[in-house]
Structure formats: structure tokens, C-alpha cells
T-cell receptor, first 114, second 117 residues
Framework: AQKVTQAQTEISVVEKEDVTLDCVYE???????LFWYKQPPSGELVFLIR??????QNEISGRYSWNFQKSTSSFNFTITASQVVDSAVYFC???????????FGTGTSLTVIP | GAVVSQHPSWVICKSGTSVKIECRSL??????MFWYRQFPKQSLMLMAT?????????EQGVEKDKFLINHASLTLSTLTVTSAHPEDSSFYIC?????????????FGPGTRLTVT
């Protein structure tokens, strides 16, 4: 079973639109960590955020915001007023308490059209 | 802090030759490093977990004799693709696991793009 599901394979939005990238996870651990990474065409993974399972507070960082809801096992990522530079593949990932393995979602390719 | 480098960033080799990729943790010691492979438009797939001073643990379906991993020091792990074939062409990414209280973190290298002709 897929531990991290990103149902949206590709999304296209027009610049300045808001866009939400969905992430649903599955784990039996009570302690776990969720991550979002951005992968631009260069390939290097850019860390965006880490959240532990005990912190359900939503977070905002500039145009980025994250909504963590344990009740629905979701950790969604919203970009407000999207820009062309936001075009990239975004990965959601989960690691459990052992920290032995990162489980990556299949990624969502975001294209922001000028 | 927590910077991981990879060398080379890209390499082209002929079929049948071997290629070595280095992964270094520059400002911290990493007892555990991970190697991932990413094909175009796909997610990262874990190939193996490398622990300093011991044999690597390979994921199911990954040929250990083809992908040789050596983690000889706390700051260096190497992946050698032996007798490379065009189907081994891929983007290889390493990561280093954080230590102490940051055990759940993985710090990713910039990746190595391998093309086998």
C-alpha cells in the first residue's frame, strides 16, 4: 500500500492564481514526520517544510501555507498568488519514528502559465 | 549546516564501463546514508541504505553486485554502477541521515545525472 498519495499528477494554473497540492498519508505510528520538497528542472530537492505528528498547527511562510489534518491524514500545500518560478515537481514525504526510510509520494508537477 | 554534496553532477559513460558516484556530508557526520534513483517523471525510489563500516542494505529488486555501495567513513559514501547499460541511465540522489535528535531528517545531495551510451 502506498504510504503517501499525491493524487494530482499534473496541475496547470495561470500566474497569480492560488493552487493547492494534496497529500494523503498512511501510517500506524503515533510519531511521524511529514515533509514537502520542491524539485525544479535542475533536479535538486529543495526542502520546504517539516511537520511532526504532534504539531497540527497550520503554517504560513510567505506565499506558502500548509494544512495538516490528522483526522483526514492529509498534509496539503497551498501556494498563494502563484508565480512562474513556482513551476516544479512537488513531493510530499513521510518518515516514521524509526527514521529509517523516507516514503515519497509520486509527485505533483505544477506549471504556472504567465 | 547539513550540506550534502555529490560528485560528479553529471556523467556520460559507455556501455560496459563502471561509474563511481560520491556522496559527502560536508559539515556533519553521517552514520547512515541513502541512495535513491529517479527515472524521468517518476518519484524517488530507494535503492539502498548505507551504514558506515558495514554492508549496505539493498531494497528488493536492486542488484547488489551491480550497484556497489561503500560507506568507508562518516562523511563519504560511494555508489559504483558496474558494467553500466543504457537502462541504468537515471538521476541518482543520495541523502545523509541526521544525527542525534535529528535522526528523522534526511539531507539530500544535488543528484548525479548518469547517461549510458
Amino acid at each position: 500500500a502506498q504510504k503517501v498519495t499525491q493524487a494530482q499528477t499534473e496541475i496547470s494554473v495561470v500566474e497569480k492564481e492560488d493552487v493547492t497540492l494534496d497529500c494523503v498519508y498512511e501510517t500506524r505510528d503515533t510519531t511521524y514526520y511529514l515533509f514537502w520538497y520542491k524539485q525544479p528542472p535542475s533536479g535538486e530537492l529543495v526542502f520546504l517544510i517539516r511537520r511532526n505528528s504532534f504539531d497540527e498547527q497550520n503554517e504560513i511562510s510567505g506565499r506558502y501555507s500548509w494544512n495538516f489534518q490528522k483526522s483526514t491524514s492529509s498534509f496539503n500545500f497551498t501556494i498563494t498568488a502563484s508565480q512562474v518560478v513556482d513551476s516544479a515537481v512537488y513531493f510530499c514525504a513521510l518518515t516514521e519514528d524509526t527514521g529509517n526510510q523516507f516514503y515519497f509520494g509520486t509527485g505533483t508537477s505544477l506549471t504556472v502559465i504567465p | 549546516g547539513a550540506v550534502v554534496s555529490q560528485h560528479p553532477s553529471w556523467v556520460i559513460c559507455k556501455s560496459g564501463t563502471s561509474v563511481k558516484i560520491e556522496c559527502r556530508s560536508l559539515d556533519f557526520q553521517a552514520t547512515t546514508m541513502f541512495w535513491y534513483r529517479q527515472f524521468p517523471k517518476q518519484s524517488l525510489m530507494l535503492m539502498a541504505t548505507s551504514n558506515e563500516g558495514s554492508k549496505a542494505t539493498y531494497e528488493q529488486g536492486v542488484e547488489k553486485d551491480k550497484f556497489l555501495i561503500n560507506h568507508a567513513s562518516l562523511t563519504l559514501s560511494t555508489l559504483t554502477v558496474t558494467s553500466a547499460h543504457p537502462e541504468d541511465s537515471s538521476f541518482y540522489i543520495c541523502s545523509a541521515r541526521g544525527g542525534g535528535a535529528n535522526y528523522y531528517e534526511q539531507y539530500f545531495g544535488p543528484g548525479t545525472r548518469l547517461t549510458v551510451t
